[in-house]
């Protein structure tokens, strides 16, 4: 009995397995509205056999996007295109789909990858940036207009209203972007926030911002749709967040009404250095699960069915949430379920690849 394909209840969200895609961003979508490309992106990892797909970093303000390219939730049109696209992949698919809110604050206004992944240049159409304090990323890089309160009244406001809009499009769950140097995030992290108000210094100033966005959005989403957080389990720097910050942070956000929190980490400065050994975050996302009792989910360089296995055989976290994998193998789960004698839902075209197309009998035949 695998305890990777053992199902999970989170909220009222039942699932059938642990697997989890991970938010994946693809610069694709024209002033933050999905494309065709996202129809046939996430419509291919719909049925990845992963019981949930979580829609990239989704701006809730046009300011909010790292790139051009991002994808939004902070107009009508945005909200249509996001529809359009969510509603086929869930007839078509056998997921569910959850949705990564988030505001990239000083890192937004920066080139899509391929073409340098930096701060976008004069001719570039750059935009202002805001951030807890008027702190660079790294060297050239926007320096951050520091928010006022009525900034950050703006912000909330904006995170609220696009959690309606996604519930409106359907989605099962809600995730937070709290990680990654993104704005909530760049609050929490002492690197980058360097206020000496209400936001700035202490732990408890620093949540203070995320902690109100995170009880706003959970006035409008219903107890039964999970509502989480990616979090930052390690800075990675001297003077940075650690994983006993992490335990806090996570037992904060439980008590502001989170469900669970995906332990991720790194990306405060330009110039941090992400650990790149297997798991890298597993033992953190043990720690957070075990001491601020809240489920997670690991994520970073988990790539192996025997490996993901463990994970949540030994209990260091609730779910897997993988990247890099479903891209390389778009049906990683097919292969893990085969590699563990579990079975997943394909959809009923696909039904002749399975346990038979593998037995001994088949394969003489
Ligand atoms: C193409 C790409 C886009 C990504 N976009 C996001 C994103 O929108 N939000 C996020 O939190 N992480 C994003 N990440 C990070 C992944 O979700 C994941 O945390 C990271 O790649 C480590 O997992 P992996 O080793 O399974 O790839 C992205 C990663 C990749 C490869």
């Known amino acids: 009995m695998s305890a990777l394909f053992s199902p999970i209840k989170l909220a009222g969200l039942e699932l059938p397995n642990r697997l989890v895609v991970s938010p994946m961003c693809q610069y694709s979508a024209d002033d933050g509205s999905a494309s065709d490309w996202h129809m046939m992106h996430l419509g291919m990892l719909a049925n990845s056999g992963a019981a949930l797909v979580i829609v990239e970093a989704t701006g809730v303000e046009r300011r909010g996007r790292i790139t051009h390219g991002c994808l939004g939730l902070y107009s009508d049109d945005n909200e249509l295109a996001l529809a359009r696209v969510i509603q086929q992949c869930r007839r078509r698919g056998t997921a569910k789909f959850g949705i990564q809110l988030a505001h990239a604050g000083r890192k937004a206004s920066a080139q899509k990858p391929w073409d340098g992944g930096v701060a976008l240049t004069k001719g570039q159409d750059p935009w202002p940036t805001i951030g807890p304090s008027a702190v660079t990323y790294g060297e050239n890089w926007h320096t951050p207009a520091m928010m006022t309160e009525a900034d950050m009244t703006c912000v909330c406001d904006a995170f609220v209203s696009s959690a309606k809009r996604a ?66 389990g390690s800075d990675w720097r001297q003077g940075g967040l650690t994983p006993d910050d992490a335990v806090t942070i996570a037992k904060s956000l439980k008590a502001a009404g989170i469900d669970f929190v995906c332990v991720s980490s790194g990306a405060i400065t330009f110039d941090t250095r992400t650990p790149t050994e297997p798991g890298y975050n597993v033992a953190i996302s043990e720690k957070v699960r075990r001491e601020a009792g809240i489920p997670t989910r690991a994520v970073g360089l988990i790539f192996k069915p025997q490996q993901a296995e463990a994970i949540i055989a030994e209990g260091q976290a609730d779910q897997i949430a993988m990247a890099r994998a479903f891209l390389d193998d778009p049906h990683w789960a097919w292969h893990a379920a085969k590699a563990l004698g579990a079975e997943v839902l394909r959809p009923q075209q696909y039904l002749r690849v399975g346990p038979k197309l593998w037995a001994p009998a088949a394969a003489s035949a």
């Open 167 to 232: 519930l409106r499009i359907g989605f099962d769950e809600i995730e937070l972007h709290m990680s990654h140097g993104y704005l909530l995030h760049s609050f929490m992290s002492p690197i980058s926030n360097m206020r000496t108000d209400a936001f700035g210094g202490t732990m408890d100033n620093r949540l203070k911002f995320p902690l109100e966005v995170a009880r706003a959005v959970r006035t409008v989403v219903p107890k039964n749709v999970p509502l989480g957080a990616r979090i930052t």
